[in-house]
Structures are given as structure tokens and as C-alpha cells.
């Protein structure tokens, strides 16, 4: 089964003035169509063609196949950061069952919201934050590149991209700037907790 490039859950100037319209423009048409397209050459004649999307990203991770993490590790990565993101989200009002984990595993909501900041600011060079699912306990992780939690034995609920083509047309180099309006202003807490309740 192909990768598939799925619309955008919004219009294109949903999120503004968080994210542009140009920025998701470029973000989705082309950078998550590329991951897209050179994930689909890739994997043509591989045995991993038939498996579902988190068992590709797994199994290139353990054979430390670099162009399969680099494009299907980003194609999985983005369809849930469409998904993660919603016009007059983020905030403190969170759904009870995840504000109860937050607090419990993570410090409560302030210092969650610290962390990740502090996440997506020092992850050196392109990459991601997170806040993924291990062993029963949420935790607040970072990875460079296409990589993601599932690589390393977690489930991710959260994620936000700092590539700088996610920011840099909206905040230049102020990528701190762009992960406040984020937490602030973008995340789909819904979303957030159905991905809590699978993990």
C-alpha cells in the first residue's frame, strides 16, 4: 500500500496568525509531499511495502535504513503534526483524563509546557519534541531528524517539528517564539488524548 499525502484537516489560513498560509503551503504541498514521494521509491521492491506505517518506521530504525527514516520516519511524523494542530487550540483546557497524567508524570501543566519549550529550543539542528508514552508514563522527548519516540520504544501523543521550513517564513530564526504560539495558540488537545487512549 502507497503512501498517501492527505489533505489538510483546515484550510490553509486556518491557522493564522500562528502559522501562515504560506508556511503551510510549503510545509504540506511540498516538504510532506517530498517525504511522500521519496518514501514511495524506497520502498518499492522492499519487503516492508506491505506493513502498516508504524511498523515501516520501526523496522528502518533497526536496520538503520537512513533514507526510510529520513522520509517514511517524516511522512508518519507529519500526518499526525497536521492532526495535533487546530484553529483556536492550545491553552489550558485540557481533557481531564490527560490534564490527570500531565500532572501526575510530567509536573502539572506550567512546567509541561516549560519542558517541551525547552524541548523543540535545544534540540540542536532539525528535529522534533515531544511528549510520548513510555513504559505506562508520559515523558517529554526530543529527536534529530525524521526520527520519532516510536524508534525508540515509546508512543508518541505529541509532537511539534522545528525544521526551520515549519517556522522560519512566520518567525525567522525565533523558534522559541514559534513553539510558545504553539502550545499557546495551535494544539489540538482532542487529539492529544485519542493517541493517549491508544497508547
Known sequence: MALELPPLPYAYDALGPYMSKETLEFHHDKHHQAYVTNGNN???????????????????YKE???????????HYNHLHFWQWMKKDGGGKKLPAKLQKAIDSDL???????????????????????????????????????????????SQPILGVDVWEHSYYID?????????????????????????FSEA
Open 42 to 60: 524506497l520502498l518499492k521492491d522492499s519487503p516492508l511495502a506491505g506493513q502498516s506505517l508504524s511498523k515501516i518506521v520501526k523496522a528502518a
Open 107 to 153: 509536573g502539572g501543566y506550567d512546567k509541561m509546557r516549560a519542558d517541551f519549550i525547552n524541548a523543540g529550543t535545544t534540540q540542536f539542528g532539525s528535529g522534533w519534541a515531544w511528549i510520548a508514552v513510555k513504559n505506562g508514563k508520559l515523558e517529554i522527548q526530543k529527536t534529530a531528524n525524521g526520527e520519532n519516540p516510536l524508534m525508540h520504544g
Open 64 to 74: 538503520k535504513n537512513q533514507g526510510l527514516i529520513n522520509n517514511v520516519g517524516q
Open 171 to 195: 518567525y525567522r530564526n525565533a523558534r522559541p517564539k514559534y513553539l510558545e504560539a504553539f502550545v499557546d495558540n495551535l494544539i489540538n488537545w482532542e487529539h492529544v488524548e485519542e493517541m
